[in-house]
Nanobody, 133 residues
Framework: EVTLVESGGGSVQTGGSLRLSCVAS?????????????FGWFRQVPGKEREGIAT???????AYADSVKGRFTISRDNDKDSIYLQMNMLNTEDTAMYYC??????????????????????WGQGTTVTVSS
């Protein structure tokens, strides 16, 4: 079983930065290493649908929501089974619960994963980001 643990959320003022981290642990049933899979960051505001923010696949291809392009950067460290989300120039509309997810399908790709926030992924418990003006 694979589990994800996020960290790095918090409260910042408009224009500030935060860096989210997500560490994967455990194994798939066939022991495929985490480096083979796609990871992503999603966010959700109460009363709204979950949104795909940034995803990264095994080839390090990435996909971003238009709302965060140029401000957020997703990265991964396969040696640590970790992914990160560097968030700069935060604004109040970025306030949300942020979730890390992994797509354990071997042929996953970043673009379709980001576009499917309701996909069959393994999810972390989330970390809260609050941006105040």
């Amino acid at each position: 079983e694979v589990t994800l643990v996020e960290s790095g959320g918090g409260s910042v003022q408009t224009g500030g930065s935060l860096r989210l981290s997500c560490v994967a642990s455990g194994y798939t049933y066939n022991r495929i290493p985490m480096r083979a899979f796609c990871f992503g960051w999603f966010r959700q505001v109460p009363g709204k649908e979950r949104e795909g923010i940034a995803t990264i696949d095994s080839r390090f291809d990435t996909a971003y929501a238009d709302s965060v392009k140029g401000r957020f950067t997703i990265s991964r460290d396969n040696d640590k089974d970790s992914i990160y989300l560097q968030m700069n120039m935060l604004n109040t509309e970025d306030t949300a619960m942020y979730y890390c997810a992994v797509d354990l399908h071997y042929d996953c790709e970043a673009v379709p994963m980001r576009a499917r926030p309701d996909g069959p992924y393994t999810w972390g418990q989330g970390t809260t980001v609050t941006v105040s003006s």
